[in-house]
């Protein structure tokens, strides 16, 4: 049974152009986040929304933009790709905080 | 600055012996904290979590102890088993920030057979 859902698993890219990562949620969730996952890192935030058509930056905004018109679904948008942006893109969602988050599986993008 | 702390990249135990993974953090404001387990290639799933007002919570073989004066905490893995084997993400949050969760970088477990 899957409620968080990652458009792409794999993605390779050209440096410039423009990138949308999909992300939908079907546990009625208001709160949706986007995450890239580095070696040594961890995860960092990207951007956040708490509603829809809300939006708030995270901690790595630059070179990133979102986009959340309805409320199970929140784009992540690459406005021109650069090889820094290669990573793993998790798109996460909540409603509880006790659980935390609910991870989809991630798309690693490529950029060349 | 790193908030949340996961000082060992990579650890390794012999299968049926304990995990013990270590997270540190430094803003005395978090007082929620969450343990994420990750295979490759998919997202990260809840572990297990812990409140400040308490200082161990345990589920099966799983084991969240917290320190507070050392802002500290540590998951137990007892028996540790070859399917535990996952990169472990310690993260924490403070009740006035919302639910925006800090992440360590994780700790990579192998379970040897």
């Known amino acids: 049974d899957v409620k968080v859902t990652q458009s792409s698993r794999y993605l390779v890219k050209r440096t410039g152009e423009k990138v949308f990562l999909e992300c939908v949620q079907d546990?009625?969730?208001?709160?949706m986040f986007w995450y890239r996952q580095d070696p040594g890192l961890g995860l960092r935030l990207i951007y956040f929304?708490?509603?829809?058509?809300?939006?708030e930056k995270g901690d790595i905004p630059e070179g990133y933009s979102v986009s959340r018109e309805k409320k199970e679904r929140f784009s992540l948008i690459l406005e021109s790709a650069s090889t820094n942006q290669t990573s793993m893109y998790l798109c996460?969602?909540?409603?509880?905080?006790?659980?935390?988050?609910?991870f989809g599986s991630g798309t690693r993008l490529t950029v060349v | 600055d790193q908030q949340v702390k996961q000082n060992s990249p990579s650890l390794s135990v012999q299968e049926g012996r304990i995990s013990i993974l270590n997270c540190d953090y430094t803003n005395s404001m978090f007082d929620y904290f969450l343990w994420y387990k990750k295979y490759p290639a998919e997202g990260p799933t809840f572990l297990i979590s812990?409140?400040?007002?308490?200082d161990k919570n345990e589920d099966g073989r799983f084991t969240v102890f917290l320190n507070k004066s050392a802002k500290h905490l540590s998951l137990h893995i007892v028996p540790s088993q070859p399917g535990d084997s996952a990169v472990y993400f310690c993260a924490a949050s403070a009740s006035d920030y919302g639910q925006n969760f800090v992440f360590g970088p994780g700790t990579r477990l192998s379970v040897l057979p």
């Open positions: 996460a969602s909540t409603g509880d905080e006790a659980y935390g988050y609910t």
């Open positions: 812990i409140s400040s007002i308490k």
């Open positions: 546990m009625d969730h208001e709160n």
């Open positions: 929304s708490y509603d829809v058509k809300m939006k």
